[in-house]
């Protein structure tokens, strides 16, 4: 997501993260600190697979999770909460900011359970109950930013970090597994190009959807992908 180039890291997986001090790869948060972006990140907990010190290796500018609320466990519902928080503040104060939300209840294989929602969807289980409350959530932030008056001045993206890889029994039948860039940006790409389009367009797209114009190079762009 923010290289944009392809990554094998062994035996040693995520852990080999606990050592990022500094990096000499061109990234999209250097774009967006060139550009004075202010830089934050929200999840449930920084610290899994060396999140943090990634996070910290990308220069960004505030993390927030349960380590640093102090509010105990966190579900998807508190994450949003504290992402409409961020960008009202943000809003208010006029500055640039991009902020990268991390949401973890539809982890297989069945979700996580978050009973504030048990009412609301009394019918569902597993990972179809966690699948309804995230749904819920994007339909509210949505309505949210729109009733701010935030929405047309806010690039919104939503990408998942990689393809599905449990076999849940919501699952009917076998289906062709894809990822999805949804934005709510007016961005125009060509049907040949989507085709050819992998993980490692994402930090192009998330610059183009946003209308920043820069003169750095990425990995996919040898390629004249996007």
Same mark, same amino acid.
């Given at each position: 997501?923010?290289?944009?180039?392809?990554? %094998? %890291?062994?035996? @040693?997986?995520n852990r080999i993260f606990n050592t990022s001090l500094y990096k000499k790869i061109t990234s999209l948060p250097d774009v967006l600190k060139f550009l004075d972006y202010d830089l934050?990140?929200?999840? /449930?907990?920084?610290n899994f697979a060396s999140t943090r010190k990634m996070l910290e290796c990308f220069h960004f500018d505030k993390i927030i999770d349960k380590n640093e609320v102090d509010e105990g466990e966190l579900y998807d519902r508190n994450i949003f909460e504290k992402l409409k928080l961020e960008i009202s503040n943000n809003k208010k104060n006029g500055t640039k900011f991009a902020i990268i939300? *991390?949401?973890?209840?539809?982890?297989?294989?069945?979700?996580?359970?978050?009973?504030?929602?048990?009412? /609301?969807? $009394?019918?569902?289980?597993?990972?179809?109950? *966690?699948?309804?409350?995230?749904?819920?959530?994007?339909?509210?932030?949505?309505? %949210?930013?729109? *009733?701010?008056?935030?929405?047309? $001045? #806010?690039?919104? !993206?939503?990408?998942?970090?990689?393809?599905?890889? $449990?076999? @849940?029994?919501?699952?009917?039948? *076998?289906? !062709?597994?894809?990822?999805?860039? =949804? #934005?709510n940006a007016a961005l /125009?790409?060509?049907?040949?190009?989507?085709?050819?389009?992998?993980? =490692?367009?994402?930090?192009l797209l998330i610059l183009k959807s946003s209308g920043i114009k820069h003169n750095v190079q990425f990995f996919t762009e040898n390629f004249n992908f996007i």
């Open positions: 997501m923010f290289t944009g180039i392809p990554a %094998f %890291f062994g035996r @040693p997986h934050i990140h929200i999840s /449930k907990d920084a939300a *991390s949401t973890l209840d539809t982890h297989g294989p069945d979700g996580i359970y978050d009973e504030f929602f048990k009412k /609301k969807f $009394s019918k569902l289980n597993g990972l179809e109950y *966690s699948a309804a409350v995230v749904d819920f959530l994007i339909k509210d932030f949505i309505f %949210f930013m729109k *009733s701010q008056n935030f929405l047309n $001045s #806010t690039t919104i !993206i939503i990408i998942p970090d990689h393809l599905y890889m $449990s076999r @849940p029994k919501i699952f009917t039948k *076998s289906t !062709i597994r894809e990822l999805f860039f =949804l #934005t /125009k790409v060509e049907e040949k190009e989507i085709k050819r389009m992998t993980q =490692l367009d994402i930090p």
